[in-house]
């Protein structure tokens, strides 16, 4: 009786839980909502098979406790009930199965009008970049990385040259517009995640996987790493704005392209004006200490 009584306890404080939780998602900031519906599916689903398979063994546990006298009737098989279980499993697995592929279906077609944003991780930071002018993004490759070229922007392909490098900074997207995100590492697995959007995917080395979104809130929103990559893992954070049109235009204004961060720097000469070589100067130990420090 007490076995019985505490696995009806387990199913209701369960439920309650559940229901009652104060930890939930965030609020959901992206097209994504798919994402949700699917995952509340997958609850209601596997919540009502435990909540039905505890009650059964409570029910069983009662029902057929030991009393004086009673005898177990030996049964080897029931070919309705195993029919009807094996109806009731294969319903149960197509509608969690079901839901899922047609997200993936959604999820792994992008749209035409996608912008493509290269995330680049690396131990233990993010780096970005955005096509140029002609809006296409340069070719790259892991071999090309430098303390200059810390992206590996491939310097002969002149589609590169216009790119916009957004290195350990903060990327801005616009809102309402879908973005494909090239995702690539060049150490080891990382894994871009802003829960807002929902949408991730693990950063392999030496290949580029993807994922796309649409941005619908403005706002300033957390990047983790969702996987583990070394002792500087809990560190790992970065920030996505997303702004509206005229905010982004304004921040695309203001980033340096490859062309502009490769061309070599000036450090001084008689006729600079003392700031200038001052200002140039500073820039110049700050990218040293920068480089130093990896």
Known sequence: MAVALVLVLIVVGSVLFHLLSPW???PIASNWAYIDNTIIITFWITGFVFAAVVLFMAYCVFRFRHREGNRAAYEPENKRLESWLTIVTAVGVTALLVPGLFVWSRFVH???DATDVEVVGQQWQW????????GKLGTSDTRDVTADNPLGVIASDPNGQDDVVVEAADLHLPVGKPVKMLLRSIDVLHDFYVPEFRAKMDMIPGSVTYFWFTPTKTGTF????AELCGQGHPLMHGVVMVDTQQDYVAWLGQQQTFAQLSAPQQTGSADQAPGKTTASGLKIAA????????
């Open 287 to 294: 990218r040293l200490e920068t480089v130093g420090s990896r």
């Open 110 to 112: 992008v749209p035409s």
């Open 24 to 26: 939930w998602w965030t």
């Open 222 to 225: 957390q990047v983790l790493c």
């Open 127 to 134: 780096s970005f970049r955005l096509p140029g002018k002609d």
